[in-house]
């Protein structure tokens, strides 16, 4: 992994941040992209953008695409949010499928082709136990599965020039943003309680599943789906 230049969204909250810290630890080149970099000390070079307005986004692209030869990137970014059935808000969809799908889409075609010229690379999406259900989570659930739709097609068609392409699942990690997701009062203990193996995961046990699925030793893996979940996904009513 020494040297290996990762790009990564969402780079510093949550997952994104111990996965960016684990990289530089590693020896990797990471270049980040997040909404807000002030007063960070990030492990590696940070770009800030909002990702949510593709013109923007296209542009920091750019940027990053004439300064670094990126060998791998990791879909990190994404939004929930919670709504019922009855309540989903048209736009609520509209935007969740953006942040979490379009920009998937757009980040990763930005380096692609020369991965392909390569002929190596590595691409790790983040989707969610969700998909296999969860009260309230209509936009982020189809979202997530959607994720999981591109990551088997571009698995496909990237095989040939040695390029893996898999998604990461997690169930109920400790994170800033799960825990707002989560219904309003519920304690750690309480969302434990439902997994289980009877603790929420953490931001650090995720980023190394997503470190091992960017090393060599990964390079016969790819189309999966791969959850960290705690055996969340084993009847767990945790979304």
């Known amino acids: 992994m020494k040297d290996t230049c990762v790009l990564i969204t969402g780079a510093t909250k949550g997952i994104g941040w111990a996965l960016s810290r684990r990289l530089a630890d590693q020896g990797c080149h990471v270049v980040g992209i997040a909404r807000n970099t002030a007063e960070i000390d990030f492990p590696g070079y940070l770009y800030e953008c909002d990702l949510s307005d593709a013109?923007?986004?296209?542009?920091?692209?750019?940027?990053?695409r004439e300064k670094f030869p990126v060998d791998a990137v990791v879909n990190n970014v994404g939004a929930a949010v919670s709504q019922p059935l009855g309540g989903v808000e048209l736009s609520a969809l509209f935007e969740t499928f953006d942040l979490n799908v379009r920009t998937a889409v757009q980040v990763t075609q930005a380096f692609v082709e020369s991965m392909k010229v390569q002929r190596a690379g590595r691409i790790v999406n983040l989707c969610s136990l969700s998909v296999r259900g969860a009260r309230d989570a209509?936009?982020?659930?189809?979202?997530?599965?959607?994720?999981?739709?591109?990551?088997r097609t571009w698995a496909v068609e990237l095989a040939e020039f040695g390029i893996t392409v898999n998604a990461v699942a997690p169930g109920a990690?400790?994170?800033?943003?799960?825990?707002?997701?989560?219904?309003?009062?519920?304690?750690?203990?309480?969302?434990?309680s439902l997994v289980p193996m009877g603790r929420l995961g953490t931001a650090n046990e995720v980023a190394?599943?997503?470190?091992?699925?960017?090393?060599p030793e990964a390079g016969f893996i790819t189309g999966q789906v791969i959850g960290i979940d705690g055996g969340g996904s084993l009847g767990s009513r945790v979304s």
């Open 173 to 192: 990690i400790e994170t800033d943003q799960f825990m707002q997701a989560s219904a309003a009062g519920d304690t750690s203990a309480q969302l434990a």
């Open 208 to 215: 190394a599943l997503i470190g091992f699925l960017l090393s």
């Open 55 to 64: 013109g923007q986004t296209e542009d920091v692209l750019r940027v990053i």
């Open 138 to 151: 209509t936009s982020y659930a189809a979202a997530k599965s959607a994720i999981i739709g591109v990551t």
